[in-house]
């Protein structure tokens, strides 16, 4: 089967191309860097020719609210037009749990107008919504320090290995669209100083850590629940712990 990933030279990308060629499934990883963008349209048609599925998991160059909505917006509508005209049967792409909770959030609000573009593009589609990356923690202390300080709200965070959110991507871009949402979560839920503690003393790295109700996420004031799924969810294999240990071994 013919299955086009756009953003396929991407952290996800890459993980889920690899994944689906190990398979046997003819798989083009599509991105500006291959000569296909989803904002300009540039290779849009030749790449989905015999395409039965396609995967978005494209990002935004710059997170800038303005930039991030035009971003989501183009690509989702550009994409979703050149699919209907070549008759892919499945449209699945990678969103954020909790996305629809955090309005103050310019990026929350770009992704949720891709959802809701996705929803009304009358392709079979499926969107999966995967807590934060455990690659996304290093990103989180540089926003979040204060001098020698890391302060972070008093949230919790279930966040999900890369390669388990790849794995999740695999099978559900092999299985029926579900039209509709499925969500998930790493297999350990935490308070966010206490995530944030372990990963920097894995790295020896002596910042203090506080929580702190004042504080925010990339800006955004957070509830305790905003970043946890709320109903059923999938659940990655790896534990944090176990790829600390691993990265620092
Ligand atoms: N980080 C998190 O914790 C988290 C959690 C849940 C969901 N997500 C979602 O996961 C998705 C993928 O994230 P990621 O970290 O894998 O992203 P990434 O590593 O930044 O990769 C982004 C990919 O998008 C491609 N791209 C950029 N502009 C494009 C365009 N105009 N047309 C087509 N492709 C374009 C890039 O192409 P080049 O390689 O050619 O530059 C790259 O392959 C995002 O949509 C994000 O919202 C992230």
């Given at each position: 089967m013919k299955i086009v990933v756009i953003g396929g030279n991407g952290l996800i990308g890459k993980k889920l191309v690899s994944r689906l060629r190990e398979v046997g499934h003819e798989v083009v990883a599509a991105s500006p860097s291959s000569g296909v963008n989803a904002v300009t349209g540039a290779g849009l048609a030749d790449v989905l020719v015999g395409a039965k599925v396609v995967v978005d998991v494209t990002n935004s160059p710059s997170f800038e609210d303005e930039a991030v909505l035009e971003f989501f917006e183009k690509s989702s509508h550009n994409l979703l037009a050149a699919e209907t005209k070549a008759g892919v049967g499945h449209h699945l792409a990678l969103s954020i749990v909790g996305v629809e909770r955090l309005p103050d959030s310019g990026y929350m609000r770009a992704k949720v107008v891709q959802e809701k573009l996705i929803e009304s593009a009358g392709i079979p589609y499926t969107i999966l919504r995967a807590t934060q990356f455990f690659e996304l923690m290093?990103?989180?202390?540089?926003?979040?320090?204060?001098?020698?300080?890391?302060?972070?709200?008093?949230?919790?965070?279930?966040?999900?290995?890369?390669?388990?959110?790849?794995?999740?991507?695999?099978?559900?871009?092999?299985?029926?669209?579900?039209?509709?949402?499925?969500?998930?979560?790493?297999?350990?839920?935490?308070?966010?100083?206490?995530?944030?503690?372990?990963?920097?003393?894995?790295?020896?790295?002596?910042?203090?850590?506080?929580?702190?109700?004042?504080?925010?996420?990339?800006?955004?004031?957070?509830?305790?629940?905003?970043?946890?799924p709320q109903g059923n969810s999938r659940i990655g294999s790896t534990h944090f712990k176990d790829w600390l240990n691993q990265a620092s071994a």
């Open positions: 290093g990103a989180i202390v540089q926003s979040a320090t204060d001098g020698q300080t890391v302060r972070l709200p008093s949230a919790l965070m279930q966040p999900v290995l890369s390669d388990d959110v790849a794995a999740m991507l695999a099978e559900l871009a092999l299985g029926e669209p579900v039209n509709g949402i499925v969500e998930l979560a790493g297999p350990d839920r935490f308070r966010f100083d206490e995530l944030i503690s372990q990963f920097l003393s894995a790295n020896h790295d002596t910042r203090l850590v506080v929580a702190d109700s004042q504080a925010r996420y990339f800006g955004v004031k957070l509830d305790e629940q905003s970043l946890v």
